[in-house]
T-cell receptor, first 114, second 113 residues
Framework: AQSVTQPDIHITVSEGASLELRCNYS??????LFWYVQSPGQGLQLLLK??????LVQGIKGFEAEFKRSQSSFNLRKPSVHWSDAAEYFC????????????FGDGTTLTVKP | NAGVTQTPKFQVLKTGQSMTLQCAQD?????MSWYRQDPGMGLRLIHY???????DQGEVPNGYNVSRSTTEDFPLRLLSAAPSQTSVYFC????????????FGPGTRLTVL
């Protein structure tokens, strides 16, 4: 069965500082990997996704993520955080053979200090 | 495109009452799903559908029913609401198997007293 672990429940960074949110997955084959962002009171919005090919993927809002097969990780990064990035971030793994069913991590809440 | 729409946005029920959460998408997606979101527990899959007439259970299906009579609509029914069903419910849709990016609705915040 597939699973996702986001080790950090809550992260606080200063505005302008760099950010890395961790995601580890468990899946028997090459997975589909996603990062979603949820602003308060909103639904989830896709930031970026990895299906195959280049292991460094670029997303919206200046985010990027790197797929590392050897570490079963898909960490999200941003070089300079803005106050508007404060939100909850979810990593998800999708099964290639399971009709689009995804498994989500428990989320990481990002607080941005002025 | 409106994307994924959900109604109502907020709902308060008494224990034992029934209701239906509505979900519709206009992107011709074959796959639709319902999640519940509770603090510290991420999103948990309730039910999903891979096409009209086909539904299946997720990890927390008890107390919920679904049907998929059209590609566009995927309602979630609570037959007898319980306080444990107090949660925020999200509907999502995506293209067919193999293309798994999901589009989420704005959510329904349900309180069961």
């Amino acid at each position: 069965a597939q699973s996702v672990t986001q080790p950090d429940i809550h992260i606080t960074v200063s505005e302008g500082a760099s950010l890395e949110l961790r995601c580890n997955y468990s899946y028997g084959a090459t997975p589909y990997l996603f990062w979603y962002v949820q602003s308060p009171g909103q639904g989830l919005q896709l930031l970026l996704k990895y299906f195959s090919g280049d292991t460094l993927v670029q997303g919206i809002k200046g985010f990027e993520a790197e797929f590392k097969r050897s570490q079963s990780s898909f960490n999200l990064r941003k070089p300079s955080v803005h106050w508007s990035d404060a939100a909850e971030y979810f990593c998800a793994v999708g099964a290639r053979t399971n009709a689009g069913k995804s498994t989500f991590g428990d989320g990481t809440t990002l607080t941005v200090k002025p | 495109n409106a994307g994924v729409t959900q109604t109502p946005k907020f709902q308060v029920l008494k224990t034992g009452q029934s209701m239906t959460l509505q979900c519709a998408q206009d992107m011709n997606h074959e796959y639709m799903s319902w999640y519940r979101q509770d603090p510290g527990m991420g999103l948990r899959l309730i039910h999903y559908s891979v096409g009209a007439g086909i539904t299946d259970q997720g990890e927390v299906p008890n107390g919920y029913n679904v049907s998929r009579s059209t590609t566009e609509d995927f309602p979630l029914r609570l037959l007898s609401a319980a306080p444990s069903q107090t949660s925020v419910y999200f509907c999502a849709s995506s293209l067919r198997q193999g293309v798994n990016e999901q589009f989420f609705g704005p959510g329904t915040r349900l309180t069961v007293l």
